[in-house]
């Protein structure tokens, strides 16, 4: 399964972005998919995870902002980020599993990652 996210950039306290992870999988519709974030510096961190048929999870950090979409028919996922702050800079990457899990080692594929720059 490869997976290509896209979307990040540079943004100001208060805007949004819409980050993408496209997948290759013929099987996407049977895979969980989270997507987590990494700081400099940082251990990379749980942001967001969408089942199989949709049911979403936020880290507390993101909730309420942050909303996680797929779309079976383009075999892709999404999250929508609104009201960025300077501490959701990271570098974002998309990740899918056969097991939603809020840690990282239970995903078996992950993309390159995309940056997200908030400035203040």
């Known amino acids: 399964v490869q997976l290509v996210e896209s979307g990040g950039g540079l943004v100001q306290t208060g805007g949004s972005l819409r980050l993408s992870c496209a997948t290759s999988?013929?099987?996407?519709?049977?895979?969980?998919f989270g997507w987590f974030r990494q700081a400099p510096a940082k251990e990379r961190e749980f942001v967001s995870a969408i089942t199989w048929n949709g049911d979403g999870y936020y880290s507390d950090s993101v909730k309420g902002r942050f909303t996680i979409s797929r779309d079976n028919r383009r075999d892709t996922v999404y999250l929508q980020m609104n009201s960025l702050k300077p501490e959701d800079t990271a570098v974002y990457y998309c990740?899918?599993?056969?097991?939603?899990?809020?840690?990282?080692?239970?995903?078996?594929?992950w993309g390159q990652g995309t940056q997200v720059t908030v400035s203040s």
């Open positions: 999988t013929q099987t996407f519709s049977s895979y969980d």
């Open positions: 990740a899918a599993t056969t097991q939603l899990t809020t840690t990282p080692a239970s995903y078996d594929y």
